[in-house]
């Protein structure tokens, strides 16, 4: 069982940023792919950005390339979205995601969420 606790979430001005942070427990956190997906009311869930468990491997989303970028710290169990030139449209919960994917057995796992609120 992994727990994924984020943090760093809050009220920022449009073109501001913000830098939020996943922290998991347990001792093999370099063996989770990690993610991030988010929320806004009314809306579906949508990825936003992966990192492979070395941290050799990113990908994001087409509306946040360019401005968001996906990091991890192994030694620190922690996983980091920075987010920079915020959009209103950015405003939504962050959700840490951690996948470990194994012959036998997919597993998956959800932060709370923290809320990310982009002010005109």
């Known amino acids: 069982q992994v727990q994924l606790v984020e943090s760093g979430g809050g009220l920022v001005q449009t073109g501001g940023s913000l830098r939020l942070s996943c922290a998991a427990s347990g001792r093999t956190f370099s063996r989770y792919a990690m993610a991030w997906f988010r929320q806004a009311p009314g809306k579906e869930r949508e990825f936003v950005a992966r990192i492979t468990g070395s941290g050799g491997s990113t990908y994001s989303a087409d509306s946040v390339k360019g401005r968001f970028t996906i990091s991890r710290d192994n030694a620190k169990n922690t996983v980091y979205l920075q987010m920079n030139n915020l959009k209103p449209e950015d405003t939504a919960v962050y959700y840490c995601?951690?996948?470990?994917?194994?012959?036998?057995?997919?597993?998956?796992?959800w932060g709370q969420g923290t809320q990310v609120t982009v002010s005109s």
């Open positions: 995601h951690a996948t470990l994917r194994l012959v036998t057995k997919t597993y998956e796992y």
